[in-house]
């Protein structure tokens, strides 16, 4: 019908009512009403499992971390075995031995992750350098925020030392006379 | 005894308890060491040699008897307390020395101060320094372990066993592994420490010509001491 309205488009303050919002209009006039939501389902569906797939690697790379810093310290109890026993005939407590090893684990943890800290910021510098628009403007733009470099190094650190609390209570129990033998 | 830092009555230690192999390897070992003395422990092979010295260093525990380390009666004892009374009454010299690597002479001779007191302080260095200097040491005390010669990387291990003071050193053939000059170097080194402070020394070993020269000689012969020499 020329002269007429079809259609009305509506911008909310918070996206995410959209529906809710729609569903008001519907009810409250005789007219049809979408929300973006709804009409760009597909893309959520999307958006979800991408936050999902997301979620299961950043679980799966956390814990081959773990298992990565565990393993190297199994090793290393194992080589230190003979010195563990010095160190108990010495008079060193299980818990002092334990504590080397945690100790251990937290620092490959934190060193792990400013290096990892530092390759990520490399590589974005690269992406913002190399990949960009034909008028200079990058793709996109991304900041890292300084506090999720404290939250990563805390993470790690923490992943860490958990992750050495196998090794180091084997290393704790080890019977002095048996390690120092060999 | 008052003046005896060690005392052992009737130690039997057996293996697999309880069990069809049950296999008793010390047979009632009764072993009294006095203040300041430099014993000899001999024996063949397997006569229980290292069982004893584990018992005495209290590495490991008896099955029966008792053990008291400068009057303290070790029977009563858990496992923290009897690591520290270990830590604080007992220095050791192995056969293969078994210093850390990765750490030079002086580091090691501290390694045991730092046990005890949990941080290094100015004391601890000076004290290593002694103690590598009583040892000869003086020159190479910032050397890696690895790079000093057995006889030299056994003078740390005696510094080392010397650092907290203990009442005793017990020491498992510390010359076994060295040639002839530098086991009689590392003998005397022993022997004058003794003299100069009074540390009791317990020493393992295979050689005859040496156990000859302390004060006494205790035989181990099948779990059981043999007849005594002086």
Redesign the interface.
Same mark, same amino acid.
Do not use: D, T
């Given at each position: 019908m020329v002269g007429d309205v079809s259609s009305i488009d509506l911008t909310l303050k918070d996206p995410y009512q959209a529906d809710e919002v729609a569903d008001t209009i519907a009810a409250v006039h005789p007219v049809e009403a979408d929300s973006w939501i709804r009409t760009n389902a597909q893309f959520f569906t999307a958006m979800r499992t991408q936050t999902i797939s997301f979620g299961a690697i950043r679980t799966s790379v956390g814990l081959s971390v773990a298992l990565g810093i565990a393993s190297v310290l199994v090793v290393s109890v194992v080589q230190r075995s +003979?010195?563990i $026993?010095?160190? +108990?005939?010495? $008079?060193?407590?299980?818990g002092?031995i334990m504590r080397v090893f945690l100790v251990q684990g937290g620092i490959v943890g934190l060193i792990g992750s400013i290096f990892g800290s530092l390759l990520a910021r490399g590589f974005l510098v690269l992406w913002q350098t190399f990949a960009r628009n034909p008028d200079g403007t990058p793709f996109f733009a991304v900041e890292i925020p300084p506090s999720l470099y404290v939250l990563t190094a805390v993470l790690a650190t923490i992943c860490g030392v958990l992750a050495a609390a196998v090794p180091a209570l084997r290393a704790s129990r080890l019977d002095?006379?048996v390690a120092?033998r060999g | 005894m008052a003046d005896n830092v060690l005392t052992l009555q009737g130690i039997r230690k057996a293996y697999n308890v309880g069990t069809e192999v049950e296999t008793e390897v010390l047979h009632g070992i009764d072993l009294t060491l006095a203040k300041g003395e430099f014993c000899a422990l001999i024996g063949p092979s397997g006569s229980g040699k290292s069982t004893l010295l584990n018992i005495i260093g209290l590495l490991d525990r008896p099955t029966a008897g008792s053990l008291a380390i400068e009057g303290h009666d070790t029977g009563t004892l858990d496992d923290r307390r009897l690591t520290q009374l270990r830590g604080h009454s007992i220095g050791f010299v192995f056969q293969y020395h078994h210093l850390i690597s990765a750490f030079t002479a002086l580091e090691n001779v501290m390694m045991p101060m730092l046990v005890q007191r949990g941080f290094p302080d100015a004391a601890m260095h000076t004290r290593a320094e002694e103690l590598l200097g009583q040892v000869g040491l003086t020159r190479w005390r910032n050397n890696k372990a690895m790079s000093m010669s057995g006889g030299q990387q056994q003078r740390v291990a005696i510094a080392r066993a010397l650092a907290v003071n203990p009442a005793i050193v017990l020491a498992d053939e510390p010359t076994g592994n060295l040639d002839t000059k530098s086991a009689d170097t590392v003998f005397e080194l022993m022997r004058d420490v003794n003299k100069a402070s009074g540390t009791s020394f317990l020493v393992v070993t295979h050689n005859m010509a040496l156990a000859k020269r302390c004060d006494r000689t205790i035989e181990v012969v099948d779990g059981r001491i043999g007849a005594p020499s002086s």
């Open positions: +003979r010195e $026993g010095i160190l +108990r005939a010495m $008079g060193a407590s299980q002092q002095p006379v120092i | -």
